[in-house]
């Protein structure tokens, strides 16, 4: 854990904000092989945990099309 956050410099994989007394920090894992991918603050943890699958990433690149497309 002490060694992903001097990797990640003591910020969320995802969003990079620093963690802090509000901002805790959350170990990532694939809940298939539970391989630890890094360390995330609650709401990107939230994001990729309300995700599941690999057919959230399909998801996650529908939301950037939409996005995009209604700047």
Known sequence: ??????LQNNCC???ERKFDK???PHIDHNH????VRGILCNTCNLIIGSLKTDN???YLL????YVKKHK
């Open 62 to 65: 529908r939301v950037a099309k």
């Open 22 to 24: 509000i901002n805790n």
């Open 13 to 15: 994989a995802i969003c």
């Open 1 to 6: 854990f002490n060694e992903l956050l001097l």
């Open 32 to 35: 298939i092989t539970n391989k």
């Open 56 to 58: 959230g990433i399909n």
